[in-house]
């Protein structure tokens, strides 16, 4: 079967599942490109090359796990992030590009240039940590990333091993794990989506991606309140610390932030145009 072939299968299969055309066809490209090794771009002009059986096999088992609501970063089974490409799978969260606008929030702040110690708390894959890691390649910084699950560090570290990034990781709950005034710049992406609002997420999500990483309590503002308490510790003076929000949250992080004792407290819209970011300076 030649590529082109595969590519009208693969997106009339995947449109019958339930995708859009667009998104059928994205994701289509995606597995064939990850099979063949024929970037996605190229497929177009490489239509007429044919895949060996043992692609065509490949590809049958892929696109049926999509098909039936497996996330395709956890089937092909890494995703690019930022400037950096991670490995994917079920012990995480799914890095997502409202992250990545996390990250260049902390790029461009005023601490950045002169922070020396930075940490993630909810690691998850990694990503937040290792994109900031990464950026920072041949200063004097140091990073901790903090996840209250074994297996998600196993994968952060794994992430971390494979970039070449030296990072220090540690395993509790919040801040829990930091010594107190050790700490520059905080950053959470926590889980912030309300109990009552798990069970009707997109299945794709509902059914794989780890609960521990969705799940945010009654409001979806427990591990907000946490690491928020705990910051106040960890954090030296002039510390900042960075969360991205639900988009219904802005106002009431916002108030959070304010009763902790921060100043210089804001909100950021998304790509989207949603209120997604908070951060806030502790004096």
Do not use: K, M, N
């Given at each position: 079967m030649t590529l082109g072939r595969l590519l009208e299968a693969g997106a009339a299969y995947l449109c019958r599942h339930g995708f859009d055309g667009a998104e059928a066809r994205c994701q289509s490209g995606i597995l064939i490109a990850e099979a063949t090794g024929v970037p996605a771009l190229r497929l177009a002009t490489a239509g007429d090359r044919?895949?060996?059986?043992?692609?065509?096999?490949?590809?049958?088992?892929?696109?049926?796990r999509v098909a039936f609501g497996e996330p395709i970063q956890y089937v092909v089974g890494h995703w690019p992030f930022h400037d950096i490409e991670l490995k994917t799978d079920a012990r995480a969260l799914i890095p997502r590009p409202e992250t990545e606008e996390l990250v260049g929030l902390v790029l461009r702040s005023p601490q950045w240039a002169q922070a020396r110690d930075i940490a993630d708390i909810g690691t998850g894959t990694g990503a937040i940590v290792l994109a900031l890691a990464h950026a920072a390649r041949g200063t004097p910084k140091s990073f901790t990333a903090v996840d209250l699950s074994p297996e998600a560090l196993a994968l952060a570290r794994e992430n971390a091993a494979a970039l070449d990034l030296r990072v220090r990781f540690l395993q509790g709950e919040g801040c829990a794990p930091l010594a107190p005034g050790s700490t520059d710049i905080l950053v959470s992406n926590p889980p912030y989506i309300a109990s009552r609002t798990v069970d009707t997420l997109d299945p794709r999500v509902r059914d794989h991606e780890p609960r521990l990483a969705l799940d945010g309590g009654e409001d979806g503002l427990d591990a907000v309140r946490s690491i928020l308490l705990g910051?106040?510790?960890?954090?030296?003076?002039?510390?900042?610390?960075?969360?991205?929000?639900?988009?219904?949250?802005?106002?009431?992080?916002?108030?959070?932030?304010?009763?902790?004792?921060?100043?210089?407290?804001?909100?950021?819209?998304?790509?989207?145009?949603?209120?997604?970011?908070?951060?806030?300076?502790?004096?």
């Open positions: 044919a895949a060996t059986a043992a692609q065509v096999e490949r590809l049958r088992q892929e696109f049926r910051a106040t510790q960890v954090l030296r003076p002039g510390g900042r610390i960075f969360f991205e929000i639900g988009d219904e949250q802005g106002l009431s992080v916002q108030r959070l932030l304010e009763r902790a004792g921060y100043t210089d407290v804001g909100l950021g819209r998304d790509a989207a145009g949603h209120d997604r970011f908070a951060w806030g300076t502790l004096l």
